[in-house]
Structures are given as structure tokens and as C-alpha cells.
């Protein structure tokens, strides 16, 4: 089983940062795409940036040029900086990722997700 665990949230102040961490482990031959989605109060999940194997990456408009996903497969590791942190941005960000389990056998799951609370 291909587990995933974040870390990194918290509250901070409008036009502050964090950093978000997810640590994926479990019998893992490859991952393939990682991502963050989150859900803001009162709204449905939605991505905010995904990132590829090959290192493509893609945005949800409203944080292009303020977040900056990245990876680190030799870690199986995914990031999230978030900057100018916006109260829009409150919500619980949650972690995915697929690809193939040792056995070969496709995979996909999610963290338990991880709170950020901006204030203005």
C-alpha cells in the first residue's frame, strides 16, 4: 500500500509563506504525477498545482506565480511553497499521487491533508 503524509500547514498572516511537505512511502516502484488540491470552506476540492514525473508542472490560476510545486523522487517527496499567502488561500491541502506499486499494479492515493489558515 502506497501511503502519503503532509505536513507543513498552519495559520500565518496574509503575505506570509509556508512550506507544505508530502512524504509518500509504501511499496512503490514509480510515481507519476503528484499534486495538490485543496478545499477551501464551504467549497469542493479543487487542484492547485500538479507536477509530472518528467517535471511538468501546472497551476490553478489563482495562485500562478505565487506557489511553486516541486519534487524529489529519489525522496518520493512533493512540495508546495506557497508565498504572498492570500486568506483565499485558507483551506485544507491535500496530497495525491499515482503510478505503479512494485508489483506493477497502478496506484493512486491521497494524505489526510493538512490545514493552512490565512488571516488578513
Known amino acids: 500500500q502506497v501511503q502519503l503524509v503532509e505536513s507543513g500547514g498552519g495559520w500565518v498572516q496574509a503575505g506570509g509563506s509556508l512550506n507544505l511537505s508530502c512524504a509518500a512511502s509504501g511499496s512503490i516502484f514509480r510515481i507519476n504525477t503528484m499534486r495538490w488540491d485543496r478545499q477551501a470552506p464551504g467549497k469542493q476540492r479543487a487542484l492547485v498545482a500538479g507536477?509530472?514525473?518528467?517535471?511538468?508542472?501546472n497551476y490553478a490560476d489563482s495562485v500562478k506565480g505565487r506557489f511553486t510545486i516541486s519534487r524529489d523522487n529519489a525522496k518520493n517527496m512533493v512540495y508546495l511553497q506557497m508565498n504572498s499567502l492570500k486568506e483565499d488561500d485558507t483551506g485544507v491541502y491535500s496530497c495525491?499521487?499515482?503510478?505503479?506499486?512494485?508489483?506493477?499494479?497502478?496506484?493512486?492515493?491521497w494524505g489526510q491533508g493538512t490545514q493552512v489558515t490565512v488571516s488578513s
Open positions: 507536477i509530472a514525473s518528467g517535471g511538468n508542472v
Open positions: 495525491y499521487a499515482d503510478g505503479l506499486t512494485m508489483r506493477r499494479t497502478q496506484f493512486n492515493s
